[in-house]
């Protein structure tokens, strides 16, 4: 069995991921995205999805990019 690395849970279907050379350990996708997933620079929610990428910036949309920074608003946009 494997331990969480961060909730501790000692679980029989624990799975690895591989990231940046890394190897983590995790019980659940939950715990998975609280430890790996960026943090929208906007709004804080963790970003699970694409995500919108500004220069050294992430955002979880581009409304929330645009709200942080209004020169953003003819570069940045939602895939549809």
Known sequence: MARCEVCGNDYEMAFEVHAQGA???FDSFECAIQRMAPICEHCQCRIIGHGVDAGDHW??????????DPRLADLVRDRV
């Open 23 to 25: 190897v983590h350990v």
């Open 59 to 68: 955002y979880c949309s581009a409304h929330c990019a645009r709200e942080a």
